[in-house]
Structures are given as structure tokens and as C-alpha cells.
């Protein structure tokens, strides 16, 4: 890996071992019908993310250390740079502005709150719930 890439982070696949959050990564346009339908049941949280983006990165780590919703939400994450087709359809289907990073949560098939960059804040989201 190259200087670059360490300090800026690679466009390889997000590794989120470390992460308490059980994340399911968001790769296949047929899974926003199955966001919307488990929405109608459990509020779902879409990360979107840019590996290539030290905000991004920042952000998720950040949200990562806070977030405490395991049992609460459906966490999905989706790597933008290698999804951008889903990211385009998000934004079309639940009527938001593309950001990067952002986060949505998704409730009865609707975005209800999305915020991007230092706005991202897990206990905010909580409070949303």
C-alpha cells in the first residue's frame, strides 16, 4: 500500500472487523426493496461511505465508537467508490441529497433523518428513534 493510501486511505473493501457495529454491506440495488420492507418493522441506518475520504473516515470511526443501537436498527454500509449506482438510487428513491459520508434512517420506507460529514452523530440518531 502506498503512502498515499495510508494516510488517505485505498479504495479496497472497508474492514470493519473492529467494529462493534454488525454492518451489512450494502452491494446490490435489490436491497433497498428489502431496506424499505424491514423499515416498515425496524428503522434501518444506511452509512455511506467514501474509503478514499479521510472525512469519511473520521466520521465512521467516530460514529463507530459511539454507536450503541445493535438490537434497535438494521445497519447497512455502503462503500460509495465501489457502489456509486446505489448511492444514485438512494438519493432518488428516499428524496435526499447525495452526501459524503452520510447517514440516513430509514422508517415505513422513508428517509426521516439524514445528516453528512461532522453532523453524523450516533446519539442523535438515537434520539431520532
Not at 498515499?4 to 472487523?17: A, M, P, R, T, W
Not at 452509512?47 to 443501537?69: G, N
Request: glycine share 4%.
Amino acid at each position: 500500500m502506498s503512502v498515499f493510501s495510508n494516510i488517505f486511505g485505498g479504495s479496497e473493501k472497508q474492514d470493519n472487523s473492529n467494529s462493534k457495529i454488525n454492518w451489512i454491506p450494502l452491494n446490490h440495488l435489490e436491497q433497498l426493496d428489502e431496506i424499505v420492507a424491514v423499515s416498515s418493522e425496524k428503522p434501518v441506518v444506511i452509512f455511506k461511505h467514501s474509503t478514499r475520504c479521510i472525512i469519511s473516515s473520521m466520521a465512521l470511526k467516530q460514529f463507530e465508537k459511539e454507536y450503541d443501537l445493535e438490537d434497535k436498527v438494521d445497519a447497512y454500509f455502503l462503500d460509495l467508490l465501489g457502489y456509486r449506482a446505489i448511492s444514485n438510487d438512494i438519493a432518488s428513491r428516499f428524496g435526499v441529497y447525495h452526501q459524503s459520508p452520510q447517514l440516513l434512517l430509514i422508517k415505513d420506507g422513508k428517509a426521516i433523518y439524514d445528516v453528512s460529514h461532522e453532523s453524523i452523530d450516533a446519539g442523535e440518531l438515537k434520539a431520532k428513534l
